[in-house]
């Protein structure tokens, strides 16, 4: 099926340290997936990060960046040097043709500590 | 700035009651969405639209009802509620261009 699996958290990093956040979806009836990472910050709504809808492409925002790769179906989230204002949720999700449906990870909760 | 507010918010029922969680878009988008989330899961659509007088089942439907009377009002509904459904719902508008989900900020409901 279409599926989304992402790093278990919870998941502390010290300020200025990488982070990676895993994914790999499985989009066994979807012709052309589109990948997402979307982040709830403390007392925020779930909202966009960015997206990718064009395998081998690479997308960025807040420093975070996040390639498509359809050969390992991975999309993993990275970034050189966290902020303690990174602390929050983040969500890898995959849309289906026509968004009909998106397929959401768990989420993994990021604590940056100062 | 595009918005999607849910109520309630917080609802307590008791099983066997009738809930409706409604939820309100102002971005004038076509598809609009109910997921849940529980603990251990991601999102789970429940039902989505393409438009005013359109519902869809998504991926865990039973036990629930949809209705989009207009572009900006799409409500979930429990005819009978369970404790099973206890959950944080989020309803969530989208474009096609886009491929964008704008969410609200997600309605707890606790059936007792």
């Known amino acids: 099926g279409d599926s989304v699996t992402q790093t278990e958290g919870p998941v502390t990093v010290s300020e200025s340290e990488s982070l990676i956040i895993n994914c790999t979806y499985s989009?066994?009836?979807?012709?052309?997936?589109?990948l997402f990472w979307y982040v709830r910050y403390p007392g925020e709504g779930l909202q966009l990060l960015l997206k990718?809808?064009?395998?081998?492409q690479k997308g960025s925002s807040r420093g975070f960046e996040a390639t498509y790769n359809k050969e390992t179906t991975s999309f993993h989230l990275q970034k050189a040097s966290v902020q303690e204002s990174d602390s929050a949720v983040y969500y890898c999700?995959?849309?289906?043709?026509?968004?009909?449906?998106?397929?959401f990870g768990k989420g993994t909760s990021l604590t940056v500590i100062p | 700035e595009a918005a999607v507010t849910q109520s309630p918010r917080n609802k307590v029922a008791v099983t066997g009651g009738k809930v409706t969680l409604s939820c309100n878009q102002t971005?004038?988008?076509?598809?609009m969405y109910w997921y849940r989330q529980d603990t251990g899961h991601g999102l789970r659509l429940i039902h989505y639209?393409?438009?005013?007088?359109s519902t869809e089942k998504g991926d865990i439907p039973d036990g629930y009802k949809a209705s989009r009377p207009s572009q900006e009002n799409f409500s979930l509904i429990l005819e009978l509620a369970t404790p099973s459904q206890t959950s944080v719902y989020f309803c969530?508008?989208?474009?096609w261009g886009s491929g964008q989900l704008y969410f609200g900020e997600g309605s707890k409901l606790t059936v007792l």
């Open positions: 969530a508008s989208g474009d």
């Open positions: 971005n004038n988008h076509n598809n």
């Open positions: 990718v809808i064009t395998a081998g």
């Open positions: 989009a066994t009836s979807i012709a052309y997936p589109n």
């Open positions: 639209s393409y438009g005013a007088g």
């Open positions: 999700a995959l849309g289906d043709t026509g968004y009909q449906n998106f397929y």
